[in-house]
């Protein structure tokens, strides 16, 4: 096996060698059409890349003493069971009888706390309070540093540090607030400022008991639930989980600790979706200019290869040479690209590319890409040396990629049929149209013909898609219609058989 | 002779031309699209919204919009507090519940800024938006209210008299010049009543829209009506404005006007009628009040402070180059969200948050065009190097072309050699059919990409002279790339193929 691969390459080699040097030019344009379509998409790529995922360090993460809020809609009823899974984490196994297997562990919710949130007219502004049960595991964990008391009265308010320095708020102020009921009539009251603290997390709300805040909103459900869970840090899926989310809350808003990056992430798909059709029109105009250079090498070489073939250079051999001459070229250009791409990011654009990991990868991607439309580009002259015969090579104006042959009707009509049976002859339809004839004919009516004759052919699609049509038998050409295309050829031996059509129930009448 | 041989060539060899065509149409088509620089918008685009806020180019003090971040900067999540003295509130109300990126340092405008903004190149005019939030006190009359007010909201006075209650909503109040063009008032949207004239200046006077969302008893106060106005006082707290609604202001203005502002139509199919066209209106609770009124008013609530608006409309003449406008402003001023109207106004459009009441069949097809943010800025820097890259690109791919058509004929050459055509003659013939295809697929490139936007910029300010001239321009480039293309890399075979002995091409045969 291995020395016949030896043989095969060692045949081609030479050959290979003298093609390259023979096409230098048009080889070196492929090449440079390469390099050019690599230098582009990976400027651009990186480019792109460098506008999401570099600046993804930059969104600074919720810092939040609960893992999930919910923004429950208006009419919403918080949930007093979670019998969901938000979504699963994988690891590996490291002992036990499972050892080495990968593990799926579902993320659950253990604990969930509400709160009910108001909008209140202050002299901060218009801001939302939270109302608080006293019972609260999150609010009132050993997490909260707090001076003061937590509202414990209907007149006490919390404030979280932040407002203090902001607005110079002590201890014991008095502080007016006014709220509105769904009528949009306004009450007034003054609420006395019982402490101040915080965790250390972002949004942070001033608070009052659950009771003021119920008799603020005149609602008596909370808006606003925290779940917390012990492993929600290696959750990664987040489709999966705004997919659970949207079953348990429909329509309402989530917020995590990972919701600016995932935020981010989507604006970003947003915004460079565009940048992605360019990418692809450079690779569509890769493959294009590419095709046309290999079709045309192809062509001016059609003898040529008809007498390689003659001499008995097996097809394989044949493709192998004419793809390596490309592919070598190819390659020249993308290690030309990769040049091109170092020299004008370090010279001309200012943001340098580094040789980091994503250097590496974005060549990787994109040589990939643009591999892959060059191969497309170079199947069709190679799949049309591999089908052609030497004849065709050498005389053909097209060689067609579809090739359709015919010694029958496809599906005569029924009258066709019984003709064939009543006088025993043998029929084919030529391509009629509007009374004339398409295909070429090259016999005459009356003239004998040998089995397997050309009688018919023709070109259609360009000359990508060839039909021909064959004699069945020996015979003659009784005669040809040219209104509806109709050849009928009578057998030399009347112990031809017909060919039989099996969709044609033949035969009896069956009562139904 | 000789160069009609080259058509007819192109001419007898059609399939090939035609793909030659489409290849270099496509060379061309991008080549435009790179380099094409007034993309154009029509006159009209996002003429609702550039009413109401008075301007072609929106610039928020804080940066929200993520357009490609070019500074290094950090950004966080912020939840509930829009700004209200921009427009935010009421054109991205959902951004209050659902949160939104923003830059962490935020300057705010500064005097040099707001100067180095209006004298910007293109810019005629700068407007900053005078807005303070508000709210609109009214006391039901329970004699007229229908449904029947509840009895607990009554109030009953000392004298025995029945008050129905005082029933508040959030608006906005925007002061307005009367001075400025037609098309930045709402003068044409004037439904009812009258739009403000030179006399109104300092007099406390409101147009507000005849489409709101408001609290159940509540309508819309018609010209001649009276409203209530509740202004919190102001101060100035690190760098921002900050309500303070203890201490509230109480202003009574006369309304004088209606608008219905249109802010578009949608088609959509509805049973057996087929497509169906209706309008969609904007439903907003701003109160517009003359500028020297809204000034006194600000004089009282703020104590005397200058004001420092945190959002800024940009006029532009007309809007053939506003989305470079835009590209140079966010250059120059990173610190700021820039963003066009004909943008703004989609992005609007897409959280429908200025249509609440939309058609019952549209709303469905106005849900499925809901996108994200679209924000298409393309990459900056790296416009030129790759413009230039796809040049190359395209010259080589005309290469690719001519090296074709020339090498399918290189015995028809020999033959026109052997009866006498000397190498000029040939190479003649060969540049002529390329120069045909090239142009051909140029300007068919070219149209593909720039009619919509000359048919676009037609409706501009411009003028007929400069746009054909502006078109002339991009034209030229374009063909002169393509055919400089064309004849230099269909020289190099045509003069290696007319070079060929007679006798050395027609012995290979």
């Not at chain 1, 290696?234 to 809350?249: C, G, P």
Request: aromatic letters at 12%; a negative charge; hydrophobic letters at 45%.
């Amino acid at each position: 096996m291995n020395r016949s691969w030896n043989r095969f390459f060692h045949s081609i080699g030479k050959l290979l060698l003298r093609n390259m040097i023979r096409w230098k030019w048009r080889l070196g344009l492929v090449a440079f059409l390469v390099a050019g379509s690599i230098t582009i998409s990976v400027l651009y790529g990186s480019m792109m890349h460098q506008a999401s995922e570099l600046s993804l360090n930059q969104i600074k993460p919720l810092q939040l003493p609960y893992d999930v809020m919910v923004i429950l809609n208006e009419g919403q009823v918080p949930r007093t069971s979670f019998d969901f899974v938000l979504g699963t984490y994988r690891y590996e196994e490291t002992s036990g009888a499972l050892r080495g297997r990968t593990v799926s562990v579902p993320i659950t919710v253990q604990q969930f706390e509400n709160a009910l949130a108001v909008e209140v007219q202050s002299p901060m502004g218009l801001i939302e309070v939270w109302g608080i049960e006293s019972s609260n595991g999150v609010f009132r964990s050993d997490i909260w540093s707090i001076e003061g008391a937590w509202p414990k009265d209907n007149e006490d308010i919390w404030f979280p540090t932040a407002y203090r320095e902001m607005f110079d708020l002590n201890l014991g102020d008095s502080v007016s607030v006014s709220y509105q009921d769904r009528y949009g009539v306004r009450t007034r009251e003054t609420l006395f400022i019982c402490g101040f603290g915080s965790s250390g997390s972002d949004l942070e709300k001033p608070q009052v008991t659950l009771q003021t805040a119920q008799r603020m909103s005149g609602q008596k459900s909370p808006n606003r639930q925290f779940l917390t869970s012990l492993t929600f840090d290696k959750l990664t899926d987040w489709s999966l989980f705004f997919l659970r989310m949207e079953q348990a809350y429909p329509g309402s808003t989530i917020i995590f600790e990972q919701l600016p990056q995932v935020q981010w992430q989507g604006l970003m798909g947003a915004i460079q979706s565009p940048g992605k059709w360019v990418l692809l029109l450079v690779f569509m105009f890769l493959a294009v200019a590419v095709l046309t250079i290999s079709l045309m090498t192809f062509l001016e070489r059609k003898q040529e290869l008809a007498i390689l073939k003659t001499v008995g250079m097996s097809n394989e051999q044949l493709s192998v040479t004419l793809f390596f001459e490309l592919l070598l070229f190819g390659i020249l250009g993308y290690v030309m690209g990769v040049l091109f791409v170092i020299v004008i990011s370090q010279i001309w654009w200012n943001q340098a590319l580094g040789f980091g990991s994503i250097f590496f990868l974005l060549f990787a991607q994109h040589g990939a890409l643009v591999f892959v439309f060059f191969c497309f580009a170079v199947l069709y002259p190679l799949l049309l040396a591999k089908i052609a015969s030497v004849n065709q090579l050498l005389y053909a104006r097209d060689i067609p990629l579809w090739v359709a042959r015919y010694d029958r009707v496809p599906s005569p009509p029924t009258d066709w049929l019984k003709e064939m049976n009543s006088e025993h002859v043998l029929m084919l339809k030529l391509t009629v149209v509007d009374g004339k004839l398409l295909s070429a004919l090259l016999k005459k009516v009356g003239e004998p013909l040998k089995k397997g004759e050309v009688i018919a052919f023709m070109y259609s699609l360009a000359g990508f898609y060839y039909q021909e049509w064959f004699s069945p038998c020996d015979g003659t050409i009784v005669s040809f219609q040219e209104t509806n295309g109709r050849l009928v050829i009578k057998p030399d031996s009347p112990d031809e058989p017909i060919p039989s059509y099996s969709s044609f129930i033949q035969g009896q009448k069956k009562q139904v | 002779m000789f160069i009609r041989l080259g058509f007819q060539n192109a001419w007898r060899n059609l399939s090939r031309s035609i793909l030659a065509i489409v290849s270099m149409a496509f060379a061309a088509a991008f080549l435009t699209y790179v380099i094409s620089l007034g993309k154009g918008y029509a006159n009209q685009a996002g003429q609702p919204l550039r009413s109401m806020l008075g301007g072609e180019i929106v610039v928020y003090s804080e940066k929200i919009t993520a357009e490609t971040p070019t500074e290094c900067s950090s950004w966080s999540y912020r939840q509930g507090e829009l700004d209200p003295f921009t427009d935010m509130e009421y054109l991205f109300p959902n951004m209050k519940s659902t949160g939104y990126l923003r830059e962490d340092n935020q300057p705010g405008f500064t005097k040099e800024e707001l100067k180095q903004l209006s004298s910007f190149d293109e810019i005629n005019g700068i407007h900053p938006l005078y807005r303070l939030p508000a709210e609109t006190v009214k006391v039901v009359d329970p004699e007229q209210s229908s449904p029947p007010l509840p009895e607990h909201l009554l109030r009953i006075q000392d004298d025995g008299s029945v008050l129905g209650p005082e029933i508040s909503y959030s608006s906005g109040l925007q002061g307005r010049d009367w001075r400025t063009n037609q098309e930045y008032s709402l003068g044409h949207y004037i439904t009812n009543g009258r739009w403000f004239e030179e006399k109104d200046e300092e007099d406390f006077v409101g147009v507000v829209s005849s489409l709101q969302q408001l609290p159940q008893w509540v309508h819309v106060p018609l010209p001649g009506e009276k409203i209530t106005l509740e202004i919190p006082s102001f101060r100035w707290i690190q760098g921002a404005w900050q309500p303070d609604y203890s201490e509230t202001h109480r202003f009574e203005i006369e309304i004088i006007g209606n608008v219905t502002v249109q802010s578009r139509t949608v088609d959509y199919i509805a049973g057996i009628d087929g497509w169906v066209t209706e309008p969609v209106y904007a439903y907003f609770n701003e109160i517009y009040i003359p500028q020297g009124a809204w000034n006194q008013i600000w004089s009282v609530v703020a104590g005397g402070l200058v004001y420092v608006p945190s959002e800024v409309l940009l006029q532009v003449d007309d809007l053939t180059f506003l989305q470079d406008i835009v590209f140079d402003l966010q250059s120059q001023f990173p610190q700021f969200s820039i963003i066009d109207i004909p943008h703004q106004l989609e992005r609007v459009h897409a959280n429908l948050s200025l249509e609440p009441v939309v058609p019952m069949g549209a709303r469905s097809a106005l849900q499925d065009r809901k996108e994200q943010l679209n924000q298409g800025v393309l990459a900056s820097d790296l416009r030129l190097p790759i413009a230039l890259l796809v040049l190359i690109n395209a010259a080589l791919l005309v290469a690719a072309n001519i090296l074709i058509l020339v090498a399918e004929r290189k015995k028809e050459i020999a033959v026109l050699k052997a009866i006498g055509a000397r190498e000029s003659e040939i190479i003649r013939m060969v540049l002529a059919e390329a120069i045909l295809v090239s142009g051909v697929g140029a300007l068919l490139g070219f149209s593909l990409i720039r009619v919509q936007a000359f048919l676009n910029q037609w409706t501009n300010a411009l003028g007929l002279l400069p746009l054909i001239w502006l078109l002339f321009l991009d034209l030229v480039m374009i063909l002169g790339m393509t055919l400089f293309a064309a004849i230099l890399f269909g020289w190099i075979p045509a003069k290696k193929y007319a070079s060929l002995s007679v006798m050395e091409v027609l012995r290979n045969e």
